[in-house]
């Protein structure tokens, strides 16, 4: 069964950095693209980042500069560093993962984590 997990949410003052982990597990994730979205109250889940299985690279604009991601394909695992996080940057977070075409549309992705809830205060 495959099964992607978030994990190192939290609430944190504006200025300040988490850390999010999303394992994956059961089969190999090396040969996919791997996403970050968020989902903010009220509002639509839109695209954070992505890495392809080469290790390439998309922000979106509001996270370039602030936001890194990172994979560790022998841990079946991806890493989003959030540093210099806004009030705006609230939301649950989300790790998506395809082997289809890479973009940023979340329509593409065929799993998808449960969440993990990031709170920053003004």
């Known amino acids: 069964q495959v099964q992607l997990v978030e994990s190192g949410g939290g609430l944190v003052q504006a200025g300040g950095s988490l850390r999010l982990s999303c394992a994956a597990s059961?089969?190999?994730?090396?040969?996919?693209?791997m996403a970050w979205f968020r989902q903010a109250p009220g509002k639509e889940r839109e695209f954070v980042v992505l890495?392809?299985?080469?290790?390439?690279?998309l922000y979106a604009d509001s996270v370039k500069g602030r936001f890194t991601i990172s994979r560790d394909n022998a841990k079946n695992t991806v890493y989003l560093q959030m540093n210099k996080l806004k009030p705006e940057d609230t939301a649950v977070y989300y790790c998506a993962a395809t082997r289809g075409v890479v973009t940023s549309g979340r329509d593409n992705y065929d799993y998808w984590g449960q969440g993990t809830q990031v709170t920053v205060s003004s």
């Open positions: 890495i392809n299985w080469r290790g390439s690279t």
């Open positions: 059961g089969r190999t994730f090396s040969r996919d693209a």
